[in-house]
């Protein structure tokens, strides 16, 4: 599938969740332009869905930065700071 995604000039992310959300949009070139809209909307809806995941995962979970606001973080300012 990889292959597939490089060929059609789109790198993978290296999220396969990502990959197969992108890929969506090559149906676009077979649709009418009234139809483009709610293909859009669905790969929205799906990426805000892994990065809704990967943003709520514990720090340390594979995939997950953790959370860089967190009180305590070297530069992270202090409340009322």
Do not use: I, K, W, Y
Request: hydrophobic fraction near 25%.
């Amino acid at each position: 599938m990889q292959d597939e995604q490089v060929s059609q000039g789109r790198p993978a992310t290296g999220e396969n969740r990502v990959d197969e959300a992108l890929a969506r949009l090559d149906e676009l070139a077979g649709l009418p332009v009234t139809e483009h809209p709610a293909v859009f909307e669905q790969v929205h809806r799906r990426l805000r869905e892994v990065l809704g995941e990967l943003d709520s995962g514990s720090p340390g979970d594979p995939g997950s930065p953790g959370d860089p606001g967190s009180p305590g973080d070297p530069g992270s300012p202090g409340p009322g700071r």
